[in-house]
């Protein structure tokens, strides 16, 4: 019986180590798959601080697989009926008053602010795998609001990465990136994030409330809320085209 319970402790004791005795690569492919996700639809706000205070923008985005996002604004009224299309590297907005006008986005210019906020274009449509797009270094671990993290750094594979370095603190229970920060080649400080509130949903812990903020900017940041999420959803193909945005 002595030896039966040294055996299982010793095994309980294996697995433990095992479980924890993660890669870097392996900790990006369990993010990945928490929060990554074939097709999903979202209903989500922005609320920007700018100098004169803060306003709110709702919308609703539709993404199926890394290369197809479609957003449509719903509020408030100067911005309701907009849209932002995304397919693989190229965007397009949509503007239907006062000209009813498609614009082209490429380039540089996925990297500027949408509305405003301290949100890119790439930002808000980026749905890529970070185990496809970045190669990944385990720095050690820290705690982050109470959550124990891993502490990686990222550099980019993949030449269309929205940046080319990331160093993220990731929740070594949740497998979310609690905070990030995000670098251009050249080593400079581009943005910051920060989940501040977290759900769980679907197997999934996904966040709710995310704090933006762009270091090249004088904004005072911007919050991003997801108020709802459906992954059990067909969306077809139509929907991601030019043609879709005047409807």
């Not at 993010?31 to 996700?37: G, V």
């Not at 397009?92 to 210019?109: A, K």
């Not at 919050?223 to 879709?244: C, G, Q, R």
Request: hydrophobic share 40%; net charge positive.
């Amino acid at each position: 019986m002595k030896i039966i319970t040294t055996f299982l402790l010793t095994l309980l004791f294996t697995v433990s180590v095992r479980a924890e005795d993660l890669s870097a690569v392996e900790i990006l492919q369990r993010i990945d798959r928490n929060m990554a996700f074939d097709q999903a639809i979202f209903t989500s706000k922005m609320v920007v601080s700018g100098r004169t205070g803060k306003r709110t923008i709702a919308s609703q985005i539709w993404i199926k697989g890394d290369d197809k996002t479609l957003v449509e604004y719903l509020s408030p009224p100067r911005e309701k009926g907009k849209k932002m299309l995304r397919v693989g590297n190229k965007l397009w907005t949509y503007s239907p008053e006062p000209n009813d006008r498609i614009i082209t986005i490429s380039g540089h210019l996925l990297r500027q602010s949408v509305m405003g906020s301290d949100l890119s274009y790439e930002d808000i449509t980026d749905n890529s795998r970070l185990a496809e797009t970045y190669s990944a270094e385990l720095v050690g671990e820290e705690e982050i609001s109470g959550r124990l993290c891993y502490v990686l750094d990222l550099t980019a594979i993949e030449k269309n990465a929205s940046y080319y370095k990331r160093k993220i603190w990731v929740d070594k229970e949740r497998w979310l990136p609690l905070k990030e920060d995000r670098f251009a080649k050249s080593g400079r400080l581009l943005k910051t994030t920060e989940i501040v509130e977290v759900f769980h949903f679907a197997e999934r812990w996904y966040p709710r409330r995310i704090i933006f903020k762009d270091m090249l900017s004088k904004s005072g940041g911007t919050e991003y809320i997801i108020e709802s999420i459906d992954l059990n959803v067909d969306i077809p193909d139509h929907m991601f085209t030019k043609a879709a945005l005047r409807r």
